[in-house]
């Protein structure tokens, strides 16, 4: 990847970051009635609410509140949760090794089964397996993967005993949650393996491979599939946000302590600092992971590098 | 999943659908007559009857069991399909529309409005849609109007990518070429020679996003930041079961197995448009 294409990339980055700080920004300020009134609740003073209206520079026009936020937002400082009157970067950063956890192992859940079955699926076009997969992948998308981990819960760990009903720690806690999670992308990442080996599978080379006389397994994972992961991993990039969409709710079922849970908590109590942050937090994690992808994606693919 | 050229595969496509149009059909029509069909108010209280286990016989018997407040589970999945159903369809609508006419726009006259357009989409994929939904939601309060304002607001940018992608390929198309070239102008060109055959690709995009709508429109329920009770949807009748759910598994298991018929028929009908009419069919042939 060329320096200057780099640096037009990492700038439409900060573009969209920036886009998105704008309306992380307006979020707070759609709530009818006055911010400060809404923190101090319906009993504080009118003097009270003047001056935290002061402190948190209400007072000035929008334009200048956005920047001072923006400045703030720039140098770490996230504001104050209401609730816990802690900083609220400090919540977040600690709740981040839960949430990588849990969509790690869920988006490897996903991958490791819904790879083959794609591939086999392509292989086997137009068969009963091929049929049995489309099924897999309309449900995998159709069924609410919360309900299916409240039905888990209640067979599981309700009636039979064998799996804790929520929290973190052991492997059994993280049974649940991996497959309520991995529901959200298995039959996204079924459909794109399929998709994208039929693309390949066309192909000359492939053509080549075969006609040289390598066994159709080798053809198929060596040659065919290596060149149609390309394209799923960049889509899969692109489904970072249902990714995390899918942690709020998982989080919130399971009480999995992560930002999820965090988010469905600040959001219940209207604690707006906490819920911009992680609002914020999700989107730049958005950009970053897709501009891995995207830099990532051009060393791969020569093609792409002389475009 | 393409277009298959295998003709076994369509089949089963067409058979999916089929099965989905009945049981789709069949769901819709029951929460329409809900009145008429529902045996209890959902509104009624029995604590007598209080977390009743479904049966199919015996005196006042209730078929899907009743909940903490002895109202019938039944009755309330059949009025809270109505509010959910509701809320997505109108969504769908909406959201439609804004998107057919900025991807029009967008596709249509490029430029600037182009541009703008689309860094718009990319700010606005950069969100996780449930938590942007859920933020805007609990700001602006949680009502049903609002709900699908604000399913609308996140939803269009769906719309409008397919709509724009589809007007730039359609117009490099002999047909609209040659229109322009006998002196067709720009309404002209979009209402008798765009207009048409964006129809396909929007009614794919608007059942997938239907499915969609109706999965969210649970999950935010769910959450305790849908429609609020003691108003049923088929989100809050999850939340409820989940309260409950050392004591009454039919309070999370008959919303939850209605929600995914539901969504899967609507998903196997999308399937089987996107089938027959490939939003990339025109880039393609």
């Known amino acids: 990847m060329k320096a200057g294409r780099l640096l037009r990339r990492l700038a439409e980055s900060g573009l969209v970051l920036l886009g998105a700080s704008v309306i992380v920004f307006m979020l707070v300020r759609l709530t009818p009635g006055d911010p400060a009134t809404l923190l101090l609740g ?19 026009s929008l334009p200048v509140q956005y920047l001072k936020f923006l400045e703030h937002a720039l140098a770490g400082d996230l504001g104050t949760s209401i609730r816990s009157q802690r900083p609220v970067l400090d919540m977040i950063v600690e709740r981040i090794p ?15 089964i819904g790879i083959p079955i794609g591939v086999l699926s392509s292989a086997r076009r137009g068969t009963v397996l091929d049929e049995g997969s489309l099924l897999l992948s309309l449900l995998a998308q159709s069924i609410p993967g919360f309900w299916l981990g409240l039905m888990m819960i209640s067979f599981f760990a309700v009636q039979l005993r064998v799996l804790p009903v929520a929290g973190r ?10 497959i309520t999670l991995s529901l959200y992308v298995l039959g996204m990442i079924i459909r794109l393996t399929r998709a994208g080996m039929l693309d390949v599978l066309g192909q000359e080379y492939v053509s080549a491979a075969r006609a040289r006389g390598l066994p159709e397994f080798a053809v198929i994972f060596k040659h065919a599939l290596m060149n149609a992961l390309i394209p799923i991993v960049a889509v899969l990039g692109l489904q970072t946000g249902t990714l995390l969409g899918g942690a709020v709710v998982t989080e919130a079922v399971f009480q999995w302590p992560g ?33 891995l992808v995207d830099v990532a994606y051009r060393f791969v693919d020569p093609r792409l590098r002389t475009e | 999943m393409g277009r298959s050229a295998r003709p076994l595969a369509r089949v089963f496509r067409r058979r999916l659908a089929l099965g989905g149009i009945l049981l789709g059909g069949a769901v819709g029509v029951a929460t329409i007559a809900a009145p008429l069909i529902a045996p209890h108010d959902p509104l009624a209280q029995e604590i007598a009857f209080r977390l009743q286990a479904p049966s199919l016989s015996g005196d006042g018997h209730h078929v899907f069991g009743t909940d903490h407040l002895g109202r019938d589970l039944l009755s309330r999945v059949l009025y809270g399909g109505r509010i959910s159903l509701t809320i997505s369809g109108l969504s769908v609508v909406l959201a439609g529309f804004i998107g057919l006419v900025v991807g029009v726009v967008a596709g249509f006259y490029r430029g600037v409005t182009d541009s703008v357009v689309m860094r718009l989409v990319e700010i606005q994929l950069a969100f996780p849609l449930v938590l942007l939904v859920l933020a805007i939601v609990v700001s602006l309060g949680t009502t049903a109007a609002n709900t699908v304002i604000v399913f609308a607001l996140t939803s269009w940018p769906i719309y409008a990518t397919i709509i724009r992608g589809e007007v730039l390929a359609l117009s490099t198309r002999e047909f609209v070429v040659a229109a322009r070239a006998v002196g067709a102008g720009d309404a002209r060109t979009l209402s008798r020679h765009l207009l048409p055959n964006l129809v396909s690709p929007l009614t794919v995009v608007a059942s997938f996003e239907f499915a969609r709508l109706i999965l969210m429109e649970a999950a935010i329920g769910f959450l305790g930041l849908g429609i609020q009770p003691p108003t049923p949807s088929w989100g809050n009748l999850l939340a409820d079961g989940r309260a409950y759910i050392h004591d009454a598994w039919w309070l999370t298991a008959f919303p939850g197995i209605v929600i995914a018929l539901t969504v899967s028929s609507i998903n196997f009908i999308g399937d089987a448009l996107r089938d027959v009419f490939d939003p990339r069919f025109v880039s393609l042939h």
């Open chain 1, 42 to 60: 319906e009993i504080a003073t009118p003097d009270a609410v003047r001056e935290l209206r002061v402190a948190l520079g209400l007072d000035r």
């Open chain 1, 98 to 112: 839960a949430t990588l956890e849990l969509t790690g192992i869920a988006v490897l859940a996903a991958v490791l």
């Open chain 1, 169 to 178: 720690g052991t492997w059994a806690h993280l049974v649940m949650p991996t």
């Open chain 1, 259 to 291: 930002i999820g849970g965090l988010a469905v908590v600040a959001l219940t109590h209207r604690d707006y600092p906490v819920i911009q942050a992680i609002v914020l937090f999700s989107a730049a994690s958005f950009v970053v992971i897709n501009l």
